[in-house]
DNA sequence: TTGAAAGCGCTAACAT
DNA sequence: ATGTTAGCGCTTTCAA
């Protein structure tokens, strides 16, 4: 009934359990080419029996076909990565395609490091976060052989096909949105995370706006470690002590953003009245606090579903998408922390 | 400089810019036998000048040998699971074996897929969460000719070796918390996921340690979908509007159980004084939280290192550790929402 | 509809 | 220290 020897079973084990050759075990058990009824359920049957699992390390090499799309992510500790990820997975599930996950953790030697990893599997296509490579990783993915889609971010110049928001347009549409409503003194907390390409151009965007409307960062401050939550609190608390006056308070992601509105709220300081608060991502969580941020939707679901869906495309052929740019439109959420307009 | 045809380079290409043997080159490439340091140089030279990224596929094929550890857990999205595989990254990141995850969303059928897709790639292990499986799916474990370890849960038969928690000990242990506080009337809120074995387990253990103290569930309910913080919100409004003389809310995890707290809070209601709370998980997040939530440390990062240590010891021959069972112990953590004694 | 032969790109094992 | 040979377990291609 079972594989009693410890060598897994090939091809070969259900040819002979079945009386039927190798190659036509193997049209059966891919469902190709034509096998006669009868043949097919012997063969089956024969390979249920035995528990044979394909090996797909010799099928790939014959078929100089892999159905694996390599992802490659800085993390999967927060929230937003994830959401992608289900994106691609969705999208691929209808098809022969699989994701392979890949993390970098912010660091460009190690995203050098797992994309040559991954491709040395050869696989049918990339998508991998961000615009910003070592030189060694854009040649890398330059001669990959297979489709590529730079994801999250398009402030850049992308190898080949790249599906995301402009991070500077989101920064300045949430100045633009905190000046119309009036807000002057406005203080910024973030990450401290110099390899964020994203939140550091979303700081850009974010300066520059408020430069042109006569305004500067009245104060700024950057963690790195630790409850994101927490964070957000204890700097939020710090910050309004050092520069009492403030009346806006701009997060880099939800999460800080949610820990700052909690202090405030058990404060009972007035919002958005006395002060107003946004941050970003539009994160799922936010749906249970007390008040909702404001935050500004990175759309990273459908990043994900386009992404993917360009992947499915031209492995079809279809090669009318090749180096495609999609930029994707965040949508600023008020919530309850941000007034409308002065 | 680089390779402008689209077919990808092989070692011969490299054996021929390098005018070494193919088989010399390969030696080079996997740091493998003696090569002098003059030949090193010169095909180190031209497989980086080319571009060359070895093929896995054929290397694999003719060593019989894959790096790759297959991961297969239920979800990315609730944050234990990220914390786990960074235990077991961590752990493999000084070897030469590298975690491939697979995702089931809860789903039996598509565990058998996911596994039977993953062992088609002969994986030099399996981690899976969960001692629950389908019998074919136990049946490919048993088979897959490697080593095997099932995480997170101990409450069962495990097919190989086996790292995690029991989660009816947890329920129990909780319990006693509860009634050596001197709560009787005991709400429980959780998910409606009859595939969650570990979370059912958790609650029978729960349930019946309260029996035993003759104490019964006084009101119960389960969700399913949306934010986990607002429904813990909503589902404790609910409760107490139906039940309104408990004096314990017990919550299937954190996240829930933040989602009352925070609607607790903001009703001023007495914690843990009027009523007491606890969730489970120990996740990060509640950190930032006003109070902190009385909870249960599920190990989810040890669980991932030591699982990750037996492959590691397992694929370097140590075949001692074969069937083993580590069960860890989670500790209580009283919080702010949980009194010690009555 | 089925089978036989010839690789896919690499490495183990054995020369030299 | 380097090269040669023979596969790894499949699939492609061509023949029957």
Not at 116 to 132: D, K, T, Y
Not at 223 to 232: E, R
Not at 245 to 255: H, K, R, V, W
Not at 294 to 317: P, S, Y
Request: glycine content about 10%.
């Amino acid at each position: 009934m079972t594989n009693r020897t410890k060598r897994p079973l090939t091809l070969r084990d259900v040819s002979e359990a079945s009386g039927v050759s190798e190659m036509t075990v193997s049209r059966v058990l891919r469902n190709k080419g034509d096998v006669s009824e009868a043949t097919r359920q012997r063969v089956q049957e024969a390979a249920k029996r035995l528990g044979y699992v394909p090996n797909k390390i010799a099928g790939a090499l014959a078929s100089q076909r892999v159905n694996l799309v390599a992802v490659i992510i800085p993390s999967l500790g927060n929230m937003v990565f994830p959401e992608v990820l289900s994106g691609i997975s969705d999208v691929l599930a209808n098809t022969s395609l699989q994701p392979v996950v890949g993390v970098t953790d912010y660091l460009p030697e190690k995203e050098e490091k797992v994309l040559f990893e991954m491709l040395s599997w050869r696989p049918s296509g990339v998508i991998i976060a961000g615009i910003e490579h070592t030189e060694a990783s854009r040649a890398m993915l330059r001669q990959a052989g297979c489709p590529v889609v730079e994801i999250m971010d398009v402030d850049g110049e992308p190898v080949d096909s790249c599906v995301g928001i402009s991070h500077r347009r989101a920064g300045r549409k949430m100045a633009e949105a905190i000046i119309d409503a009036g807000y002057r003194r406005i203080g910024f907390l973030g990450t401290k995370m110099p390899l964020d390409h994203r939140a550091r151009k979303r700081f850009e965007g974010f300066t520059r706006t408020l430069a042109k409307a006569g305004i500067e960062i009245a104060d700024q401050e950057f963690y790195s470690g630790g409850s994101a939550l927490a964070k957000g609190r204890e700097m939020t608390e710090a910050m309004l002590k050092r520069t009492p006056d403030l009346d806006f308070l701009y997060y880099s992601n939800d999460m800080i953003g949610a820990g700052g509105l909690l202090y405030l709220i058990e404060k009972g300081v007035d919002i958005p009245g006395k002060i107003g608060l946004a941050g970003f991502n539009g994160v799922e969580l936010l749906d249970g606090l007390p008040r909702r941020l404001a935050t500004m939707d990175a759309c990273r679901r459908e990043i994900g579903e386009r992404a993917a869906q360009i992947l499915v495309d031209r492995h079809q052929g279809a090669g009318a998408t090749e180096g495609q740019t999609i930029e994707l439109t965040p949508t600023l959420d008020y919530g309850d922390t941000l007034r409308r307009s002065s």
